[in-house]
């Protein structure tokens, strides 16, 4: 009876090690290649640096009213892996190499060391803000931030940043991005994501595609009007 208490034991000793080796990972959802998505992790993780193996460019952006409103993207996994605070508010873009098949995922740093462990804002000047895993009301951030705030979600489908919120009851989901801006203009047009290989003098049509869509309200809900296809801001057609 000793001797088989003493087995038990060790099968179970053995199992608990072995969990303790292996890495909690934080998955990221399913992207579009080509197409921008916000995320922002629920924990202190690191990421990957872009690869055959994480085909996922990760992004933070600055923000600018001239000479039109816009937001620059800076890459901050090219070379080299990266280790970032919870609730970081990132940008991401999918390579060709993305396989939809396949779940990636970013290591969770349980103990962070402030010393490696990088607060976007402070190192980069990063204007995206995130979730995580709380669900903010767009209420709840405008006494954050300020009430003449507006809160920018990013248009799956425009693929721009628009003004969310006509009663500011609405939520924002776990795990995703948001801007934060108090305009200089009364109106706040769609704003424009200019990449780090792009630069700010190829903005020339910049004025003219923010005439091109129509920000209207119905039934108190915002829409999306653009080159005559009505969206709501999910990105999906209203017919």
């Known amino acids: 009876m000793k001797q088989r208490f003493i087995i ?39 990421i990957p640096a872009v690869s055959m193996e994480f085909p996922i460019k990760v992004y933070v952006a600055t923000y600018s009213e001239a000479p039109t ?19 970081s508010g990132l940008l991401l873009k999918a390579t060709d190499d993305y396989d939809p098949e396949v779940t990636y995922s970013l290591s969770i740093i349980e103990t962070p060391d402030p010393s490696i462990v990088k607060n976007l804002e402070q190192e980069y000047g990063n204007r995206l803000k ?40 609405e939520i924002i989901p776990a795990n995703k991005a948001y801007l934060p801006i108090t305009p200089l203009a009364p109106e706040t047009p769609s704003i424009r994501i200019v990449e780090e290989s792009e630069t700010v003098t190829n903005l020339d049509n910049c004025a003219e595609n923010a005439e091109r869509s129509v920000k209207l309200f119905r039934n108190g809900q915002l829409y999306i009007v653009r080159d005559g296809i009505t ?8 017919r």
């Open 8 to 46: 038990v034991l060790s099968l179970l000793l053995c199992c608990t090690f072995s969990w303790a080796d292996d890495p909690v990972t934080e998955a990221i959802p399913e992207q579009e290649i080509g197409k921008w998505r916000t995320y922002s992790p629920s924990s202190a993780v690191e």
């Open 69 to 87: 409103p816009h937001v620059s993207t800076i890459l901050i996994n090219g070379e080299n892996p990266i280790s970032i605070v919870e609730k």
């Open 130 to 169: 995130g979730t995580g895993n709380t669900t903010p009301s767009v209420n709840s951030l405008k006494l954050d931030f300020g009430s003449e705030t507006y809160i920018m979600i990013l248009h799956k489908t425009l693929q721009t940043f628009v003004n969310y919120g006509s009663t500011g009851t």
């Open 231 to 238: 969206y709501d801001l999910m990105g999906r057609t209203i």
